[in-house]
């Protein structure tokens, strides 16, 4: 092995276009990776190997042919399981969809196509993206590179781990309620969480859809702004894509923090976060001072049920969007005939549908019946308004926000698994940004004295992903 599976995007694309490596190399660097690593993490659930080598095949030739390609041409990448990919199995992790072969690719795939991009395969998660740890996966839990008796994240756990165990360069993950950002903090790497219909979800399956965003992960700053670049922008099949101009996100890399004002969020700080996590993103605060911002004190005060806000809200939307999941039109039919189509039902989801997602199908629906919608899903709805709200007065104050992403480094395997309400709480810090509709990045910050790593977030009003990679840029220089 050359080791080119653990160059940057940037480095990678050079490479390729001095013919120090071809696109075949560098695949099988990151297959070779794969091989060493991926039976003790459990990161991949479906390989393409073959589909893999044939496209970068294509860029070596299509290079040798003097051919001028995008930048991510040949680059090797993978996608969390819940992203259609045409011809390639995508399952959701879930028993339900265990055989699904997409007929078409999901909007941000074929954005990525039109690149030249080497898909390697599909990443482990949570089934239908509902946890936090990877666990809920009718593929068993993804472990974490750093320590394998952790967690790597979730629900893209996957997607985290195959990047920071260097497999491949970078890869996709959505993020619901912290789904992107609590796997790159667990897993030392970058992760970015959009704002909500700055990337088309078309072609994603949903789990709630007034909160699910699509972003990605990579292993520095400048691979998250390039892969943002392909993916951002308008689809006309997906009506929650505005027409808002996409900027140049490298443009933002090199500007300096001077000046900048910047908010610490003091619930974010509160009791319950690990001491080594407070200690680790004031450090860098500190740090972004130095560099001449001005370090701010806010207050986000419905931060605290932001939590309550999620698991009514977003169970209500899960049970309607996994409606469809029935054994007839979608998704795999019983094992024994049943008796009539009540019964059909109850075998076709009882056998394919897992713990967490029969347990959020059930808030779900209780919330949205008649008698509990008034009391508890528009209420939930009225909150989720004054957590915006918070925000929006936030940034009236500040440009950019900065905190802890998880009040904890990973934990263990196992450890908060029969304790769904300790694994809720896992994502207290990320949940309010997806609430409100934000972006949000996670960045590497320092690491525990066990040697696990520690993330930061960067939140930002709407649509302004640039002063998220603006601040990140500066950390990472330091």
Sequence with gaps: MANFNKLTIRQAAEGLRAKNFSAEELLNDCLAQIKLRDKDLNAFVTLDEN???????????????????????GIPMAVKDLIYTKGVKTTCASPILKDFVPPYDATVMEMLKAQDIVMIGKTNLDEFACGGSTEH???????????????????????AACVAADMCLYSLGTDT?????????????????????????????????????????????????????QIAGKDRRDMTTPDVAVPDYSSFL????????????????????????VAAVKNSAKKLEKLGAEIVEVSLPYTKYAVAVYYVSVPAELSANLERFDGIRYGK???????????FYFKARGEGFGDEIKRRIMIGTYVL???????????????????IRDFAEAFEKVDALIAPVAPTPAFKVGELVNDPLAMYMADVLTIPVNAAGLPGLACPCGVTASGLPIGLQIIAPQFEEGRCLQVASALEKV
């Design 369 to 387: 019946s008649a008698g509990y919608f008034d009391a508890y899903y528009k209420k939930a709805q009225r909150v989720r308004t004054l957590i």
């Design 51 to 73: 589909g893999a080598r044939e496209q970068a095949q294509t860029v070596d030739k299509k290079l040798e042919a003097g051919e001028k390609l995008p930048l991510l041409a």
């Design 254 to 277: 090199n500007k300096d923090v001077k000046g900048m004002k910047i908010g610490l969020p003091k619930e974010y700080f509160a009791e319950g976060v690990d001491p080594e996590v």
């Design 137 to 159: 996966s009718c593929f068993g839990p993804t472990k974490n590179p750093f320590d394998l008796t952790r967690v790597a994240g979730g629900s893209s756990g996957g997607s």
């Design 177 to 229: 309620g912290g789904s992107i950002r609590q796997p790159a903090s667990f897993c030392g790497i970058y992760g970015m969480k959009v704002t909500y219909g700055r990337v088309s979800r078309s072609g994603v399956n949903s789990m709630a859809s007034s909160w699910d965003t699509v972003g990605n992960f990579a292993r520095n700053v400048e691979d998250i702004a390039l892969v943002l670049q």
């Design 333 to 343: 039919k019983p094992s024994e005939d049943p008796a009539d189509i009540v019964d």
